[in-house]
């Protein structure tokens, strides 16, 4: 059973989803990044109430400080090389999100996945498709396709914007005004997951749900926040 | 074609409605699977109820009409999936993969061509063409990376390499000077054959997305003209052909530079598309099949990068080669300059930068992107288009894999282990260390004479191989007492490219470069006769055709492919491997239905 963090955080939901500076989202329980055993991805956050609901989306090992942390599946039974976090390539990402979008996706003028950017000068510059595995130098002659611990902090940044996009634009059709939540947290479930909602999920978006009603955000801002939730479940908008 | 990966999904989804093993995985991650890696889409709602309404399991698509309960035919989904050209242009990017590393290191190494529209400080907009860089060099020279400056560093490229010797030797982490914290900004291969990523760890993200910007080339930029690697020569015509001391060249306007290069990053990733997209794409007259990106007689390339290709070839083929007068007439860039007409006749001139005055078919847009069938089979012979030894030799005839010196051993080895699925033996401490297959043990004999090689510093079972390496190499080097004697045994690559030298040039005359190699004489070439996988071809062709035909090779696409979609390579033991390779054979190795069959494998299907 999976079981999702409730703690206190320090930016309100609101904001964490439109504040625009950069998530703290790779701490671990003692607020420390990176090096972090395990992480927590926050989707909603609420500095007035006890509020926050994360998921573990990976457990770090830090082999020694020279090599990367080998992040890896929840399933991660050691004996098998892939272990179910095959990546997706940035360009394969670039098109999912672009179908899913009906458009692509727009940082700040600019599709930061795209390797054909538009805008000089924008912060994100072109680098996302090296940070998700492209190549880059003359020697690489594979992709690397195992998530490296950067990769959590663009997905982060990546989920909020395509899921302020796909709501706003809701190119899918989902009936977001219709005011059954059950039935949309499930249909968008399955739009991001491919998968009917679980009860331990559902669970989560309620709180989700709640936090955002505590906090009278508009329904547009609280299904932003379990979108993100969604696609950064178990990491699930960057891997295959 | 088309039956048999009908065929091949049919047998899937019928594999599909029986009873689930229970360690595979369900319907939902299955179907999910299929659409990302084939589809480049995640599944839709309405698939993912008809997986809910058939309990789990991805509906038989005879299953379909009858239930009433989904109209989704899943086998045509993936059909359609198959036959799009999203799909065939991620096969690009798989074989474009294998082309764009091949670069040298330096200033020419840009594999991102970026167009950007910038508005100046009298508010007219203006359109520059930006490379980055992605690759080591000088950039990073005296500079010793601390917290204070990391920005910078990252500045000049986001993926330096620190070279031996320079910056603490091998590692190439950067240290901060107060947290401790290290930063990765490169990839590199491990002695545990594991690739370390970019900026593997990090403690602030500002430190990556902050300061960044582009490194905006240009001719006046001193660092930027040809002497800066061994392809000097095709430097210099594209540098006469383009912009030039602010001068408007043939090939476009002031940035016209990046916007060729980005078509010649492009060109091998845009015929393999072609070539997969088969009876849909621009090649459907030619019916291809994959191998063809290693022999076709054809080539996908732009009204501008073709033309380029005719202006260099014009340039190598000249004995003395074409003078930078002749480039700057051709090109229409001065027409008062002098230049013999037997050499200035040969190439037409169009000037890129005049839409009206290009010829019918030429495209004069900012991408260029008019790309188009280059059919070398309707080409007169003396056509200059492509030197003869070059016809029919897919992409290894593309500007990305000629524009390097023969000797490149990159470009040996990555040619050698992607294609045949060998690994070459990087010696432990220098995983980009080069000299395992270069001659470089140098002594004097009783005679006086300088020996560039000695038979014991041959690592014969690395590249090469094969068990017999050591008689033809003798052979050889009694036989040739120049550069193909021991390219023929050493370098098998380099052989087959013997007719290139150092500076890109097409040697059909002698050439004897300043200082020739005792013993040796550059200038003859005794012909192009390699030998590649136990196989002797002659030239670039004949290495294509030899991995063309190649069984090694074609066991090797199939377990890439395998590798693509599943995550590691089989055992060349391997069942599966052996009716995958069937599969692809019969198919007439169409690379399309070899992924439909993968994804009827029980290791695609496995629970991961």
Known sequence: ???????????????????????????NSSGQAARARSFNVNVGVDNTSET?????????KVESKYRRPAIRHDNYDGTNDISGTKMLEPETLNNVITNLLGEELDIDGENPISRDF???????????????????????????????????LIIDRVAKATCQQLITNNNQNIDFDSGDDEDISDELHMLLNSRPIDSDT???????IEAAANEGVDNSTKWQAVCTFYLLKEGSILIN | MFLLRSLSILLLLVSFAEAANASEADGYTLWRRMTLDICQRLPTIQEVKCIQANNGRIPDSRLVSPSKTCLINFNSVIESCLESESFAESIGRWVNDFVLPSQMPGYNSYNNIILNEVTLTNGSTQKYWYGRHSSWGDCLDGITPTQSNLSDYLDKAYAPYFANGKNGGEDIGVESDNSGEFVYVCKKTGDDGRIYSLADEVTNYENFNGTTTDYQCTQSDSRFPCGCGPNMRWCMVRS????????VGAMGNDNSWFRLKKQTLEEAGQFTKQVVLNENGILAS???????IFNADYAVRTSRLQHFYEIMQADLRDPDHLSDDCHRLISGIDKSVSCPTTV??????????????APAGVVVDENGGDWQVIDFSQQAPEDNSVPLAYQSAGILASWQLLNRQPTELNIANRIFSFWTCEEISWRSNDPYNRSDYRLERVEENEDGFVTLYSLDDIQFNTLYRTAAALEPFEEGTDNYTNCSGCHVTVNPLAAFRNRWDQLGRYREVDYKPVGSINGMDPGTVSGD?????GETGVGLAGLGNILAESPVVHRCIVNRSFERLVGYRLPSSSDTLQDLTETFLSSNKDIRSLYGAILTTDEYKRAR
């Open chain 1, 1 to 27: 059973m999976t079981i999702y963090k409730v703690t206190l955080i320090s930016c309100s939901l609101l904001s964490a989803l439109a504040c625009g500076k950069t998530p703290d989202v790779l701490t």
């Open chain 1, 52 to 60: 926050r609901v994360s998921t573990t989306i990976r457990e770090s």
């Open chain 1, 118 to 152: 538009s805008r000089l000068g924008a912060k994100s510059e072109n680098t996302y498709p090296v940070y998700l595995g492209s190549l880059d130098y003359q020697a690489v002659i594979n992709r690397n396709r195992e998530i490296a611990a950067t990769m959590p």
């Open chain 1, 202 to 208: 559902a669970n989560a978006v309620m709180l989700i």
């Open chain 2, 240 to 247: 006469n052909l383009t912009n030039n001391n602010g001068t």
């Open chain 2, 286 to 292: 030619k019916n291809p099949t994959f191998t063809d």
């Open chain 2, 344 to 357: 200035s006749g040969t190439v037409d001139f169009v000037d890129y930068t005049d839409e009206a005055a």
């Open chain 2, 529 to 533: 006769q390699g030998i590649f996988l």
